[in-house]
């Protein structure tokens, strides 16, 4: 009886100290986000690497994008004011700057000229910014591995 009393008291103060995680915190599973659901992820790091001619089709923002060995993870940060600026590559036409995917669709479209490819922009921390070669289509991405609760 003792040991089961010990065992269910390191159950909930386990519980109560993983509910406890600073922002930014990657510890535990994500829970299923939401389409407009925000989350904070912690901030990118310095720059790593800036690499062209990455596919990608980020377009209903659940779609991840792999890229050597890596699947990185769409989502929208709650502090993306604390995010760098990042500036698409200069051989990328159009201009739209350091934002998140904006495009809702009904349904996933077929990817126009240059939308389903782009340049990835890798920062330390688990953190990488990817714009299509049109510029119609950019997002921020993680190395945590989201769940999403929509379907596109």
């Known amino acids: 009886m003792v ?3 010990a065992l269910l008291g390191a159950l909930v103060l386990g519980t109560v100290l993983s509910a406890c995680a600073s922002p930014g915190s990657t510890s535990g599973a994500v829970a299923p986000i939401a389409y407009d659901d925000r989350i904070d992820l912690g901030v990118p790091g310095d720059l790593l ?5 990455v596919e990608g089709y980020p377009a209903c ?3 991840p994008i792999t890229y050597d060995g890596t699947t990185w993870y769409p989502f929208l940060p709650e502090n993306l004011a604390d995010f760098p600026e990042v500036a698409p ?4 036409g159009g201009g739209i700057g350091g934002g998140t995917a904006r495009i809702v669709l009904p349904a996933v479209v077929a990817p126009g000229p240059g939308d ?3 340049t990835l922009t890798v920062f330390e921390g688990g953190f990488a910014y990817w714009i299509s070669d049109s510029r119609d289509l950019d997002t921020w991405l993680t190395d945590v ?3 999403y609760a929509w379907v596109c």
């Open 145 to 147: 591995e989201l769940s």
């Open 89 to 92: 590559h200069p051989t990328a």
């Open 3 to 5: 040991a089961m009393v």
């Open 61 to 63: 923002r659940n779609e």
């Open 49 to 53: 690497e800036t690499v062209t001619g």
């Open 116 to 118: 389903d490819v782009g």
